[in-house]
């Protein structure tokens, strides 16, 4: 399909030919329809409409420069204990479950991002699993886009009770311009645990704006979440872990290492709502040349989460001058029962003293203060169960660290 700048400045008639040309169930051209009505009456998003946005002007994004017509291509890699379906909504069973999932944890409503991507979505992968399961692999999806356009990534993960799976994704994209508007929606079943690893390997000219969330819905289910930022020109991204099951759990994790002007900039939500739930969340970024992250980050602790376990760091190195950190760590606490509600924040250069005590034991300070950066990014990763695919991760980030 090929869109004329007026159509893509008016969504509806972009989504609708869009949807004809796909064929959409009746369930999706009716998501379809909603998520482009609110495209077109939703203004971007900016500071004085929501705190997560006070740093980046969304108004700078010209639609027309982003053909909807898509050159992506999708590789899975599965054990036979997971049903993964890269789908392009035909009828049947897995569209019909499909329909029941689909933009119910991250909603087309969210802002204007978000009813683009239901707007002009294509497929999603689905990965299921089903109850007691472990698959012995992790399960892998690589995604890459080739060329200028609009790119709308959906992947749903949904699985049984005390199931086991390990999702690791990958976004990649060549020199071109390109606006990517991935979601992820994770609903974890009873006495499950879901870890899920994303690795952004954007191109130079990418501008990403990211929301995934899981649905904690289930009693004692539990989430682990890695965003691995390699490259991109802007990497914006929304995490939200919402924990109403009781004992459910999250751990986020995120890491980014930044080097020319390169912008990372992410928002999380802990969000207790059930009793006897924890979350634990830790952002780092390094950064070298003129790049900058942000980081907004919200534990919210309602007033039904008794006995809640809450924990929230984000810690920023400056291996610049002319790099920048703005860290912004929030508690909202609307009940005096619970175990622990702390934050905390740092952004600075690598410690002299550090650095001075290395040298004085004869390490050269160009090979001391490249020990101290890999200590301080390790810590992430070393979050992820031992084994291959953290030694793989660790490998991914020495290649861009090496390469800086």
Same mark, same amino acid.
């Given at each position: 399909?090929?869109?004329?700048?007026? @159509?893509?400045?008016?969504? +509806?008639?972009?989504?609708?030919?869009?949807?004809?040309?796909?064929?959409?169930?009746?369930?999706?051209?009716?998501?379809?329809?909603?998520?482009?009505?609110?495209?077109?009456?939703?203004?971007?998003?900016?500071?004085?409409?929501?705190?997560?946005?006070?740093?980046?002007?969304?108004?700078?994004?010209?639609? +027309?420069?982003?053909?909807?017509?898509?050159?992506?291509?999708?590789?899975?890699?599965?054990?036979?204990?997971? !049903?993964?379906?890269?789908?392009? =909504?035909?009828?049947?069973?897995?569209?019909?479950?499909?329909?029941?999932?689909?933009?119910?944890?991250? #909603?087309?409503?969210?802002?204007? =991002?978000?009813?683009?991507?239901?707007? =002009?979505?294509?497929?999603?992968?689905?990965?299921?699993?089903?109850?007691?399961?472990?698959?012995?692999?992790?399960?892998?999806?690589?995604? #890459?886009?080739? &060329?200028?356009?609009?790119?709308?990534?959906?992947?749903?993960?949904?699985?049984?009770?005390?199931?086991?799976? !390990?999702?690791?994704?990958?976004?990649?994209?060549?020199?071109?311009? !390109?606006?990517?508007?991935?979601?992820?929606?994770?609903?974890?079943?009873?006495?499950?645990?879901?870890?899920?690893?994303?690795?952004?390997?954007?191109?130079?000219?990418?501008?990403? =704006?990211?929301?995934?969330?899981?649905?904690?819905?289930?009693?004692? /289910?539990?989430?682990?979440?890695?965003?691995?930022?390699?490259?991109?020109?802007?990497?914006?991204?929304?995490?939200?872990?919402?924990?109403? &099951?009781?004992?459910? +759990?999250?751990?986020?994790?995120?890491?980014?290492?930044?080097?020319?002007? @390169?912008?990372?900039?992410?928002?999380?939500?802990?969000?207790?709502?059930?009793?006897?739930?924890?979350?634990?969340?830790?952002?780092?970024?390094?950064?070298?040349?003129?790049?900058?992250?942000?980081?907004?980050?919200?534990?919210?602790?309602?007033?039904?989460?008794?006995?809640?376990?809450?924990?929230?760091?984000?810690?920023?190195?400056?291996?610049?001058? !002319? /790099?920048?950190?703005?860290?912004?760590?929030?508690? $909202?606490?609307?009940?005096?029962?619970?175990?622990?509600?702390?934050?905390?924040?740092?952004?600075?250069?690598?410690? $002299? $003293?550090?650095?001075?005590?290395?040298?004085?034991?004869?390490?050269?300070?160009?090979? +001391? $203060?490249?020990?101290?950066?890999?200590?301080?990014?390790?810590?992430?990763?070393?979050?992820?169960?031992? &084994?291959?695919?953290?030694?793989?991760?660790?490998?991914?980030?020495?290649?861009?660290?090496?390469?800086?």
């Amino acid at each position: 399909m090929t869109s004329t700048t007026e @159509e893509l400045v008016r969504v +509806a008639p972009a989504a609708r030919a869009l949807g004809e040309q796909l064929g959409d169930p009746a369930w999706l051209a009716r998501l379809r329809a909603e998520a482009a009505a609110l495209a077109d009456a939703l203004d971007w998003p900016d500071s004085y409409q929501s705190r997560p946005w006070k740093y980046y002007d969304a108004r700078s994004i010209d639609l +027309a420069r982003y053909p909807v017509e898509q050159d992506e291509s999708i590789a899975v890699e599965a054990d036979d204990a997971v !049903t993964v379906t890269t789908h392009g =909504f035909a009828e049947g069973a897995t569209a019909e479950r499909l329909s029941q999932r689909l933009g119910t944890a991250v #909603s087309p409503g969210t802002d204007r =991002f978000t009813a683009l991507h239901y707007a =002009f979505l294509r497929e999603a992968v689905i990965v299921d699993v089903p109850a007691n399961a472990e698959p012995a692999t992790p399960v892998r999806i690589r995604r #890459s886009v080739s &060329g200028a356009q609009l790119t709308t990534p959906h992947t749903v993960i949904v699985t049984g009770p005390n199931s086991r799976v !390990t999702v690791v994704e990958e976004y990649a994209s060549d020199d071109a311009e !390109t606006l990517a508007i991935p979601v992820a929606e994770i609903f974890p079943g009873p006495g499950s645990e879901v870890r899920y690893y994303v690795v952004h390997r954007w191109g130079p000219a990418t501008r990403s =704006f990211g929301y995934q969330r899981m649905l904690g819905a289930e009693r004692d /289910a539990a989430f682990q979440n890695l965003q691995l930022v390699l490259s991109g020109r802007v990497v914006k991204g929304q995490m939200e872990s919402s924990l109403l &099951g009781r004992g459910t +759990a999250s751990e986020l994790l995120g890491l980014a290492y930044g080097r020319g002007e @390169e912008y990372v900039d992410f928002y999380t939500l802990q969000d207790h709502i059930g009793p006897d739930t924890r979350s634990d969340l830790l952002y780092k970024a390094a950064l070298r040349d003129s790049a900058r992250s942000v980081y907004y980050g919200l534990t919210r602790v309602g007033v039904e989460a008794k006995n809640a376990d809450a924990n929230q760091e984000n810690r920023n190195l400056l291996l610049s001058k !002319t /790099a920048r950190a703005d860290s912004d760590p929030v508690l $909202e606490i609307l009940t005096s029962n619970v175990i622990r509600a702390s934050h905390g924040a740092t952004a600075g250069p690598v410690d $002299e $003293e550090q650095l001075f005590y290395l040298q004085t034991r004869g390490i050269p300070r160009p090979v +001391a $203060e490249g020990m101290l950066v890999w200590a301080f990014l390790e810590e992430v990763i070393g979050r992820v169960p031992e &084994g291959g695919l953290r030694e793989e991760l660790l490998g991914m980030l020495e290649a861009k660290v090496r390469g800086s």
